[in-house]
């Protein structure tokens, strides 16, 4: 095979009949962090201090100190990040082989149950109605979960904290299974906080998504946006983690090649 296909992505791009899309929400000190249950140790948000700023400690440049949870806005779930996945080989952000990370998109679009119901979760019968009109979710694809919850730009709105814990969609454990055992996906994205509905911790196992995901060796994608501007199929998502050494997970730009 020549290079005939690649020059065509170059060309479509250049001509505007594919674009990329930026699956990645801004990444600062506002980005808010998963809540956990005050007996777990919490993930510290972004902060970020100047080093230098064309000033006395770096006269012509400029540059930031970071401190984050590597789960921490847009990021990348490694396998290692779950105990169903310590064993597995290859599972942490410094070992995953490359090829694994660009892989076409099947996004589900579930934003009009998601408005009428927060808690909504992912079932086998729901992929089923998304196969029958789209086709068999290929192996090593890429499951996007469109909730619109990205949308939800105030912090408090996101998360949606209330007194029994956050109120957010996800994956039933039966869909969770069907996608990694049967279809065979390469991992799960979403736009919400972390792959597992708000709820989830109360679930049976707790936050199944991550425990049956992450146990087969698939990946996840969290607080994902702009899923609205992908179609059904037809696009390839990269998302590439930084090389951490042993890392559970990294944020990350995520972006697509989508037809315009
Ligand atoms: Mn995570």
Same mark, same amino acid.
């Given at each position: 095979?020549?290079?005939?296909?690649?020059?065509?992505?170059?060309?479509?791009l250049?001509?505007?009949?594919?674009?990329?899309?930026?699956l990645?929400?801004?990444?600062?000190?506002?980005?808010?962090?998963?809540?956990?249950?005050?007996?777990?140790?919490?993930?510290?948000?972004?902060?970020?201090?100047?080093i230098?700023?064309?000033?006395?400690?770096?006269?012509?440049?400029?540059?930031?100190?970071?401190?984050?949870?590597?789960?921490?806005?847009?990021?990348?779930?490694?396998?290692?990040?779950w105990?169903?996945?310590?064993?597995?080989?290859?599972?942490?952000?410094?070992?995953?082989?490359?090829r694994?990370?660009?892989?076409?998109?099947?996004?589900?679009?579930?934003?009009a149950?998601?408005?009428?119901?927060?808690?909504?979760?992912?079932?086998?019968?729901?992929?089923?109605?998304?196969?029958? $009109?789209?086709?068999?979710?290929?192996?090593?694809?890429?499951?996007?979960?469109?909730?619109?919850?990205?949308?939800?730009?105030d912090?408090?709105?996101f998360?949606? $904290?209330?007194?029994?814990?956050?109120?957010?969609?996800?994956?039933?454990?039966?869909?969770?299974?069907?996608?990694?055992?049967?279809?065979?996906?390469?991992?799960?994205?979403?736009e919400?906080?972390?792959?597992?509905?708000?709820?989830?911790?109360?679930?049976?196992?707790?936050?199944?998504?991550?425990?049956?995901?992450?146990?087969?060796?698939k990946?996840?994608l969290?607080?994902?946006?702009?899923?609205?501007?992908?179609?059904?199929?037809?696009?390839?998502?990269?998302?590439?983690?930084?090389?951490?050494?042993?890392?559970?997970?990294?944020?990350?730009?995520?972006?697509?090649?989508?037809?315009?």
């Amino acid at each position: 095979m020549t290079s005939t296909v690649l020059m065509q992505v170059v060309e479509g791009l250049s001509r505007g009949t594919l674009k990329v899309v930026d699956l990645t929400a801004p990444l600062g000190p506002a980005t808010p962090v998963i809540g956990l249950p005050p007996m777990f140790a919490p993930s510290p948000g972004l902060t970020m201090e100047a080093i230098s700023r064309y000033d006395a400690k770096g006269p012509a440049w400029y540059w930031n100190t970071i401190r984050l949870g590597e789960h921490t806005g847009t990021h990348f779930d490694a396998p290692i990040h779950w105990i169903t996945g310590k064993d597995l080989p290859d599972n942490a952000c410094d070992t995953i082989p490359v090829r694994r990370l660009v892989g076409p998109a099947c996004v589900i679009d579930v934003t009009a149950d998601v408005a009428s119901n927060p808690d909504f979760l992912l079932t086998p019968a729901r992929i089923d109605e998304w196969e029958a $009109a789209h086709g068999r979710i290929a192996a090593g694809a890429w499951l996007l979960l469109r909730t619109g919850w990205s949308k939800r730009t105030d912090a408090k709105a996101f998360v949606n $904290a209330a007194a029994d814990g956050p109120h957010s969609p996800g994956f039933d454990p039966r869909a969770s299974r069907m996608l990694a055992h049967d279809r065979d996906v390469v991992g799960v994205g979403v736009e919400t906080i972390g792959t597992d509905a708000g709820q989830a911790g109360t679930f049976d196992p707790p936050f199944p998504n991550h425990t049956i995901m992450h146990g087969a060796g698939k990946f996840g994608l969290a607080s994902l946006c702009n899923l609205d501007q992908l179609p059904p199929t037809g696009s390839i998502v990269i998302a590439a983690p930084l090389k951490i050494v042993g890392g559970s997970g990294s944020p990350l730009r995520v972006i697509a090649i989508a037809p315009a």
